[in-house]
């Protein structure tokens, strides 16, 4: 599969959303959570709070949408400034109770129509950036399908990332660096080998730890285990000191970049974790 297969695979309207996600994972137990307290509650962005086993978790997702209906009440996943600030708001609430966050990415990017550059976009990414690298809770985040620019990294700055295989994550959609770069639309699969954007380019630059294969659909024996090694993730992190749990997010930005010298993928069946 090339990388635009991947930005293919990733755009694809079956692929499940957050809230399938959401909804699989934590079944009744999710109250979902609305409004920034500033302005709006933007639907793009779900939140709320849910039982993980026995332990309370707090879980934020980038939300695409099923069908156009749902998808133009979402905003197709592009998030306003309101947005990110209910997922601040969250999540600094999950710092005050002690619960660890997760969240889901799945966006082309954030919304950069007029109204949302005019209330804050940018101070808004800026500042999930600057808080979460700070927040004294232990975070995960997982794309799940596009992985767009600030908007996908605004969720994204977390002790651990991980991505779905056919997931992608990059600073600027392919469309959008074949123009930059070359004024060609032509040229987009070219960029999007050039990004690195794929699953297995960021494994092995160290920007994301782990690679999740891809379900075939709601299956409920992949989710258990899925929610089993959540768990142990989330329960690894929760033992660690305040301390421990900053330097050990501060760490993993620092090593981005160098390969691991170990590393190769040619056996995918072992270096995709197969739940």
């Known amino acids: 599969m090339s990388a635009f297969d991947n930005v293919s695979a990733a755009r694809s309207a079956d692929r499940l959303t957050a809230s399938d996600y959401i909804k699989s994972l934590f079944d009744n137990s999710f109250m979902e959570l609305h409004g ?3 302005f709006a ?13 026995n332990m309370p978790v707090t879980v934020i997702g980038l939300d695409k949408g099923k069908d156009t209906k749902e998808r133009v009440e979402r905003n197709f996943g592009s998030a306003h400034p309101e947005g990110y600030r209910k997922a601040l708001r969250l999540m600094k609430q999950a710092e005050k109770f002690h ?3 997760l969240c889901f ?12 550059e005019e209330r804050g976009q940018g101070q808004a990414i800026a500042e999930n950036l600057m808080e979460m690298m700070t927040l004294k809770t232990p975070i995960l985040s997982i794309l799940i399908g596009e ?19 056919n997931a992608v994550y990059s600073v600027i959609s392919p469309e959008g660096c074949a ?4 004024k060609d639309s032509s040229k987009t699969a070219q960029a999007a080998q050039c990004l690195r954007l794929t699953s297995k380019d960021l494994f092995t630059m160290n920007v994301i730890e782990r690679v999740i294969r891809e379900p075939k ?14 768990f142990r993730t989330f329960e690894k992190y929760s033992q660690m000191s305040i ?13 981005f970049g160098r390969t691991p010298e170990a590393f190769t993928f040619e056996d995918e069946e072992d270096d995709i974790d197969q739940i």
């Open 99 to 101: 619960r660890p966050v």
């Open 36 to 38: 920034d307290r500033r």
């Open 179 to 182: 123009s930059i770069l070359w």
């Open 147 to 165: 992985g767009g620019s600030g908007g996908a990294l605004a969720l994204a700055v977390a002790n651990e990332v991980w991505m779905l295989e």
């Open 105 to 116: 990415v799945d966006t082309s990017g954030a919304f950069c129509g007029i109204g949302a």
């Open 217 to 230: 659909s709601v299956d409920s024996k992949m989710f258990d285990s899925f929610k089993e090694l959540l």
């Open 243 to 255: 301390a421990e749990l900053l330097d050990s997010r501060y760490n993993r930005y620092r090593k």
């Open 41 to 53: 509650d933007d639907k793009a962005v779900v939140g709320g709070i849910a039982m993980l086993d």
